[in-house]
């Protein structure tokens, strides 16, 4: 193989990186936290999965929420005196796995 040829082989391995990079980054930027409605509708189910994660909470805590997110990272931010940054997170990660 020439050098151009080589040459062409890097670079389209780099801008394949890029394009990898660049779609991962995009991801992470458009998740969002599902809708109040589609969490309301199916919270209940889900009220016992949240105390194993968050035992402080109580029932009634957890129920009040109604699986919106902002509710429940103030009470978690709140009962484990933890960042917003930090109980965003936590919610974020439990609720990706309910998807």
Do not use: C, N
């Amino acid at each position: 193989m020439d050098k151009s040829a080589e040459q062409d082989k890097a670079l389209a391995a780099k801008q394949s990186a890029v394009e990898v990079s660049v779609e991962i980054s995009k991801q992470d930027a458009s998740f969002h936290f599902p809708s109040v409605d589609e969490l309301k509708g199916k919270w209940k189910e889900h009220v016992g999965a949240a105390k194993i994660v968050w035992g402080k909470l109580t029932d009634d805590e957890l129920l009040r929420a109604e699986g919106e997110a902002q509710k429940l990272i103030g009470l978690i931010q709140q009962r484990y005196a933890i960042t917003h940054e930090e109980a965003e997170r936590q919610v974020k990660h439990f609720l990706d796995k309910l998807k």
